[in-house]
Nanobody, 124 residues
Framework: QVQLVESGGGLVQAGGSLRLSCAAS????????MAWFRQAPGKEREFVAA????????YYADSVKGRFTISRDAAKNTLYLQMNSLKPEDTAVYYC?????????????????WGQGTQVTVSS
């Protein structure tokens, strides 16, 4: 059974940083897409960043480009999201997702495994 478990969320002041982690178990996703999505109160879930190793790509939403960095540790089967220069509008529940389909990119429907989410709150 595949499980994705996020951690690292919390409360931070604007301009601060957080690093989210997503530990995967049940299968290896080293060559398949993994991504971060987020959902703010009263809004739909939106794409944040995605990564695939083979063939390689990294893809970001315009709203986080230059501030967030997605990466993964294949040995630990873990996905990360380094978030710098955080803004109050980054406040949301952040979800880790994984796909069994290559090139899932930002399409939510292509991701068939989801974590439970971790809260990120950025105060002004």
């Amino acid at each position: 059974q595949v499980q994705l478990v996020e951690s690292g969320g919390g409360l931070v002041q604007a301009g601060g940083s957080l690093r989210l982690s997503c530990a995967a178990s049940g299968r290896t996703f080293s060559t398949l897409p993994m991504a971060w999505f987020r959902q703010a109160p009263g809004k739909e879930r939106e794409f944040v960043a995605a990564n695939q190793w083979s063939p390689n790509y990294t893809y970001y939403a315009d709203s986080v480009k230059g501030r967030f960095t997605i990466s993964r540790d294949a040995a630990k089967n873990t996905l990360y999201l380094q978030m710098n220069s955080l803004k109050p509008e980054d406040t949301a529940v952040y979800y880790c997702a994984a796909s069994s389909t290559p090139w899932a990119l930002s399409t939510q429907a292509q991701y068939n495994y989801w974590g439970q989410g971790t809260q990120v709150t950025v105060s002004s």
